[in-house]
Every structure is written in structure tokens, then in C-alpha cells.
């Protein structure tokens, strides 16, 4: 059974970065396009960041210039590389990821979500 899981969220304060990382469990062939989402309460889920697997990236305009997004395809890990952090950045970060376990075998898995809070 294979599932994404995330890590590195936390407490920081204004100003501050955070590193998140993204990763399957389980018997994988590759991992393809990836993206990362947010959600606060009573809004709906958006993107941050996403990266192709070539390594094409895209951002949302709210963070362009403060968070990277990035793969290491031999530990099949993508991470979010969060600088200058906002309280608006405050949310739960989720990972979204396109996920080959055979051949002919693709499918779409979201992970648990992780806990980014921005305060002071």
C-alpha cells in the first residue's frame, strides 16, 4: 500500500523559513509531477507550488520568490523550501503527487497534511 507522507511542518515565527518534505511509502517505480497544496479552515484547497518531472516549476503568485519547490528523484523526495514566512502563510500543507508502482500503473495519491503555523 503506498502513501505520501510529509514532513517538516511546525511553529516559526515571521520571517522565518521551514523546509517540507514529500515522500512515498511503499513499493514505487517513480514518482512523477508533484505539487504542493494548502488549505486554512473554510477555504478552499490551493496550489503553492508544483514541479514536473523534468524539474519544470510553477508557483503561486503569493509566494513566487520566497518558497522553491524541488526533487531528489533517487530518494524519490520533493521538497518545499519555505523563506521569508507570513502569518498568511499559516495553513495545512499537503502533498499531491502522480505516483508509478508498475508498468502500466499510474495513479494520483494526496498525503496527510502537515501543519505549517506562522506567529509570533
Known amino acids: 500500500q503506498v502513501q505520501l507522507v510529509e514532513s517538516g511542518g511546525g511553529l516559526v515565527q515571521p520571517g522565518e523559513s521551514l523546509r517540507l518534505s514529500c515522500a512515498p511509502s511503499g513499493s514505487i517505480v517513480s514518482i512523477n509531477a508533484v505539487g504542493w497544496y494548502r488549505q486554512v479552515p473554510g477555504k478552499q484547497r490551493e496550489l503553492v507550488a508544483a514541479i514536473t518531472t523534468v524539474g519544470r516549476v510553477n508557483y503561486a503568485d503569493s509566494v513566487k520568490g520566497r518558497f522553491a519547490i524541488s526533487r531528489d528523484n533517487a530518494k524519490s523526495t520533493v521538497y518545499l523550501q519555505m523563506n521569508s514566512l507570513k502569518p498568511e502563510d499559516t495553513a495545512v500543507y499537503y502533498c499531491?503527487?502522480?505516483?508509478?508502482?508498475?508498468?502500466?500503473?499510474?495513479?494520483?495519491?494526496w498525503g496527510q497534511g502537515t501543519q505549517v503555523t506562522v506567529s509570533s
Open positions: 499531491n503527487a502522480d505516483i508509478r508502482t508498475g508498468t502500466y500503473v499510474v495513479r494520483n495519491y
